[in-house]
């Protein structure tokens, strides 16, 4: 059964930059939509970033459109996100999850169905 577990997460500046990675255990990446979303206590979960596994089409939230990129590496082994131009707003925790349906424009639209544990990221204002 596919486990998701997430790393890279810390403490940062605001202005500088993370990556977080995004690992498989019981099963891979491979062939599967996956995504980031994160969450902060009182406020609903926002979604980030998806891959789509069907045709490679990548879309982002609105809040962090053209300061983070998602990425699989070569192998298909894991899924990158890289934020850079950190805002203190951006202090969550950050989930990767698998995606089924593919990558909509539109992070309402995607359909979360597993998750990890997630990371925390702080940006210090």
């Known amino acids: 059964q596919l486990q998701l577990v997430e790393s890279g997460g810390g403490l940062v500046q605001a202005g500088g930059s993370l990556r977080l990675s995004c690992a498989a255990s019981?099963?891979?990446?491979?062939?599967?939509?996956i995504g980031w979303f994160r969450q902060t206590p009182g406020k609903e979960r926002e979604g980030v970033s998806c891959?789509?596994?069907?045709?490679?089409?990548?879309n982002y939230g609105d809040s962090v459109k053209g300061r983070f990129n998602i990425s699989r590496d070569i192998g298909k082994v894991t899924v990158a996100l890289q934020m850079n131009s950190l805002k203190h707003e951006d202090t969550a925790i950050y989930y990767c999850a698998k995606i089924e349906g593919g990558c909509p424009r539109g992070p309402r639209l995607w359909t979360y169905t597993r998750w990890g544990q997630g990371t925390q990221d702080t940006v210090s204002a």
């Open positions: 891959i789509s596994s069907s045709d490679g089409s990548i």
């Open positions: 019981g099963s891979t990446l491979n062939r599967r939509s």
